[in-house]
């Protein structure tokens, strides 16, 4: 029984397996319509979600399997003050594996420890979020193919956002990736991150707080929305939320083969315009989240 509650629980080689299986999906998805017959997916999701949860379930029902819901964390036991742990051996009676979005960091990882069933990490507090990391791993496969020797920009809220915790740490185990890290000085990547992902590895890295200015250099430009909900003022956040808007002028000096990458959902960061540009990735993002969660949902079962 394996879980995976952090992106480096899976091999570098394994990476490249899940995103061969998604690849393989999208050629032929009727050959995976009845490889989940039978089993159950349960999302467990204490925080609100969109894209996340809905891509897990339609992942599921597409490999042929059904799915259990617990949508918000009002709607549960939880709110009457259960335990992680005390749903995880509850729930992990009626599904096969579970996919859990927690406010808590830490949450996902005690629940494995609790659950007879694989664990999916769907998000947790401001920590990690793997599974966008899958989709941004084949969005970036299929844009650039390679994670070697690229130039990748991180824009935003980089102490927050855990799509950007995970992603950097998925691309540590790569060669020659150089990290340009742009927020303001309040929202800087994490110490933990930067020194042990980046700085342990000898990449090249620079932190700035102007995105006009390292634009030309990007391969990859990738987006944030500013965590509102993990902010402890509202003051700070209204003062912080408009400082990067992505639009159509600023694109103006960026290569003509960059990747525009968010995780989405987008607040103000990129502006509307930007949509039509080609080199917009952000709804391609959306829907290769589906296919890497349906092969690591495979995977997890352990089906051929
Ligand atoms: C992200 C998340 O939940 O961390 N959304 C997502 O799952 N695609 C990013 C965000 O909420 O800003």
Do not use: W
């Not at 989709?135 to 020797?149: C, H, P, Q, V, W």
């Not at 927050?160 to 990547?189: C, D, M």
């Not at 590895?201 to 965590?227: A, G, K, W």
């Amino acid at each position: 029984m394996r879980s995976v509650i952090d992106v480096l629980d899976l091999s570098p080689e394994e990476l490249d397996e899940l995103i061969t299986c998604a690849k393989d999906i999208i050629s032929d998805p009727k050959k995976y319509a009845h490889k989940c017959d039978g089993k159950k997916l349960a999302t467990l999701f204490f925080e609100p979600s969109t894209r996340t949860r809905l891509s897990f379930e339609a992942a599921m029902y597409e490999l042929g399997g059904n799915v259990l819901t617990m949508a918000d964390a009002q709607s549960s036991s939880a709110a009457k003050g259960e335990s992680v742990a005390d749903t995880v051996k509850t729930v992990s009676c009626y599904a096969d594996i579970i996919a859990m979005r927690h406010p808590k960091e830490g949450a996902p990882l005690v629940a494995s420890m609790n659950s007879s069933v694989p664990i999916i990490n769907a998000g947790d507090g401001g920590h990690n979020h793997p599974t966008q990391t899958l989709a941004d791993l084949l969005t970036i496969s299929m844009e650039k193919g390679r994670f070697d020797n690229i130039t990748i920009g991180f824009c935003g809220d980089l102490k927050f956002g855990r799509t950007v915790h995970s992603l950097i740490n998925a691309l540590s185990r790569y060669q020659g990736v150089k990290f340009v890290l742009i927020s303001p000085e309040e929202l800087k990547l994490p110490d933990y991150i930067r020194i042990n992902a980046i700085e342990k590895n000898n990449f090249e890295y620079i932190q700035t707080t102007d995105l006009e200015s390292v634009m030309p250099e990007l391969d990859i430009l990738y987006m944030t929305r500013v965590q509102r909900e993990r902010f402890f003022n509202e003051e700070d956040y209204l003062r912080l939320k408009d400082r990067y808007i992505l639009t159509p002028e600023k694109l103006e000096n960026a290569k003509s083969d960059l990747t525009v990458m968010h995780p989405l959902p987008r607040v103000n960061e990129i502006s509307v315009a930007v949509d039509n540009d080609p080199r917009a990735c952000y709804f391609k993002q959306v829907l290769n989240g589906k296919y890497m969660r349906m092969a690591l949902i495979l995977k997890l079962l352990g089906v051929e």
